[in-house]
Every structure is written in C-alpha cells, then in structure tokens.
C-alpha cells in the first residue's frame, strides 16, 4: 500500500510543481514584458492553472498523508516538518504572489477602461521584488522538503 500512496503524492508533486511553475515563470517574466497587453497573456495562462495547481496541491497531500500512514512514519520528526514548511510555504507565498498578481491586473483593468495610468507607475509594480521573493522561498522550502522526505533525518 505504501508504493501506491507514495505513487500518488509522487503524482501530487509533479503536478504541484508544473501548475505552479507556470504561475512563478510568469510573476518572473512580466518584470521584462513592456506591452501591457502582452502581460495581460502572461496573466491568462497564469490564471488558466490555478485550479490544477489547488488540484494537485491536494493529490500530493492525500498521497503524502496516506504514505505516512502506511510507512508508519507519522511518529518521526521529518514528516511533520515536511508538513509544516509546506504549510508555513503555502501562508507565506500566498498573499504575496496574489497583492502582486492582483494590483497588475487592477493597473491593467484601469487602463482598459481608459484610466490614465502611467508607464512609470506600472513599471514600478512590475519591478516589486515580490516575485522574486516568492519564488526564492518556494524553492528553498521545496529543496527543504525534498531533502527531509529522501533522507528522513530525524
């Protein structure tokens, strides 16, 4: 039963990893679009994977929980951090990446709807350094994690 659940959490992160790849590529490369409507592209696919992302976030739970169950290793310190970090990556990562997604589009919609909004203004918001904090701690957490699941220190 182990190999199954560890199947699906396998399953889980893989798509974890490539829904929110797309979304982290994106936040990255918006900073060097200057076309606001090619932004609002990066945009759409971003938000197209929203929902596989929430998708798999919950496959590579149920996979990783039912394997700590079946592994017996629920009483081990590793698994519970694992959990933690991913947790603690989650509520981190969340409001950042959507206050800076979310004021993009605000910009976006405004000028849209024929708002003067200036190109200073709006390269400012792309120039946050939210995307790359964002990212750099998902990765951290994800070598953490990766690292504590693999050699199961303590």
Same mark, same amino acid.
């Given at each position: 039963?182990?190999?199954?659940?560890?199947?699906?959490? +396998?399953?889980?992160?893989?798509?974890?990893?490539? &829904?929110?790849?797309?979304?982290?590529? $994106? &936040?990255?490369?918006?900073?060097?679009? &200057?076309?606001?409507?090619?932004? #609002?592209?990066? +945009?759409?696919?971003?938000? =197209?994977?929203?929902?596989?992302?929430?998708?798999?976030?919950?496959?590579?739970?149920?996979?990783?929980?039912? =394997?700590? !169950?079946?592994?017996?290793?629920?009483?081990?310190?590793?698994?519970?951090?694992?959990? #933690?970090?991913?947790?603690?990556?989650?509520?981190?990562?969340?409001?950042?990446?959507?206050?800076? !997604?979310?004021?993009?589009?605000?910009? +976006?919609? +405004?000028?849209?709807?024929?708002?003067?909004?200036?190109?200073?203004?709006?390269?400012?918001?792309? &120039?946050?350094?939210?995307?790359?904090? $964002?990212?750099?701690?998902?990765?951290?957490?994800?070598?953490?994690?990766?690292?504590?699941?693999?050699?199961?220190?303590?």
């Amino acid at each position: 039963m182990y190999q199954l659940w560890k199947l699906v959490h +396998l399953i889980g992160v893989v798509g974890f990893m490539a &829904a929110h790849g797309t979304s982290m590529a $994106a &936040a990255l490369l918006m900073k060097r679009i &200057a076309s606001p409507r090619r932004i #609002a592209g990066v +945009l759409q696919l971003s938000g =197209a994977t929203v929902g596989a992302f929430y998708g798999f976030t919950l496959l590579l739970l149920i996979g990783g929980i039912g =394997a700590g !169950f079946a592994g017996r290793f629920w009483g081990q310190g590793w698994i519970w951090t694992s959990l #933690a970090l991913l947790i603690g990556t989650g509520v981190l990562m969340f409001p950042l990446a959507t206050r800076y !997604f979310r004021r993009i589009r605000l910009v +976006l919609e +405004l000028m849209d709807s024929g708002t003067e909004v200036s190109q200073d203004d709006f390269d400012r918001i792309l &120039a946050s350094g939210q995307p790359l904090l $964002a990212t750099g701690t998902g990765a951290v957490a994800i070598l953490l994690i990766t690292y504590l699941m693999v050699m199961k220190p303590f």
